[in-house]
């Protein structure tokens, strides 16, 4: 039969059927019994090893983990704060007293940072000692209440306004959780007041001198 002939379509599925098993060596899809055993039994011991040297892996690594303290934690010494409410540039704050659209957003933004700490958002965590530190040793951890009455004149219990329309604004800081960090003291931050004076003001005050 040359190139140019083509098989029949016969002869081309009596090849196929062949292929697929040959009574008279025993072949199947043209292994023998013999053949197909010893592969499947290398890719069997194959895929075992792989299986156990990840399994190994994984248990080997989990040994080195805590689960109570992350492995890999940031090397800031200082915990990271966090501003309410955020200012508008920097950390400078500006509003008027006679003009409460000045200082609307400012009131606005702490409702919305103490929403979370509401006594009926709380009612399911944990009433901790006040005034000492509460150190859990685990497995199990509990989260505590925060009342609001610690921030006193701050809270927004008392004065909805939180100080702004008396000149008095309130600004908390919140201190990101540091594994380990122990407060110590009694932490101050110092804000300044900026006054601004009238260029006609400034001008009556040199004519005085």
């Given at each position: 039969?040359?190139?140019?002939?083509?098989?029949?379509?016969?002869q081309?599925?009596?090849?196929?059927?062949?292929?697929?098993?040959?009574?008279?060596?025993?072949?199947?899809?043209?292994?023998?019994?013999?053949s197909?055993?010893?592969?499947?039994?290398?890719?069997?011991?194959?895929?075992?090893?792989?299986?156990?040297?990840?399994?190994?892996?994984?248990?080997?690594?989990?040994q080195?983990?805590?689960?109570?303290?992350?492995?890999?934690?940031?090397?800031?010494?200082?915990?990271?704060?966090?501003?309410?409410?955020?200012?508008?540039?920097?950390?400078?704050?500006?509003?008027?007293?006679?003009?409460?659209?000045?200082?609307?957003?400012?009131?606005?933004?702490?409702?919305?940072?103490?929403?979370?700490?509401?006594?009926?958002?709380?009612?399911?965590?944990?009433?901790?000692?006040?005034?000492?530190?509460f150190?859990?040793?685990?497995?199990?951890?509990?989260?505590?209440?925060?009342?609001?009455?610690?921030?006193?004149?701050?809270?927004?219990?008392?004065?909805?306004?939180?100080?702004?329309?008396?000149?008095?604004?309130?600004?908390?800081?919140?201190?990101?959780?540091?594994?380990?960090?122990?407060?110590?003291?009694?932490?101050?931050?110092?804000?300044?007041?900026?006054?601004?004076?009238?260029?006609?003001?400034?001008?009556?005050?040199?004519?005085?001198?």
């Amino acid at each position: 039969m040359t190139k140019k002939d083509k098989k029949s379509f016969n002869q081309s599925l009596a090849e196929w059927k062949l292929f697929i098993y040959n009574p008279n060596t025993g072949e199947f899809l043209g292994r023998t019994a013999k053949s197909w055993g010893l592969i499947l039994l290398f890719y069997q011991v194959f895929y075992g090893f792989l299986a156990a040297l990840f399994t190994f892996t994984m248990w080997a690594m989990l040994q080195t983990l805590n689960d109570e303290v992350p492995k890999y934690r940031d090397q800031i010494s200082s915990p990271g704060l966090m501003v309410f409410p955020k200012p508008v540039t920097a950390l400078d704050y500006s509003f008027s007293i006679s003009n409460p659209e000045s200082y609307k957003g400012y009131i606005e933004d702490l409702k919305r940072f103490l929403k979370p700490y509401d006594s009926e958002e709380q009612k399911n965590l944990t009433i901790c000692p006040s005034g000492t530190l509460f150190e859990q040793k685990g497995p199990i951890y509990v989260a505590c209440r925060f009342p609001l009455d610690l921030l006193q004149a701050c809270s927004g219990v008392n004065d909805p306004e939180f100080g702004y329309s008396k000149g008095h604004p309130c600004i908390l800081v919140k201190m990101n959780r540091i594994i380990g960090l122990k407060p110590q003291g009694e932490p101050r931050i110092h804000c300044t007041n900026i006054v601004k004076v009238s260029i006609q003001k400034i001008t009556q005050l040199l004519l005085k001198l």
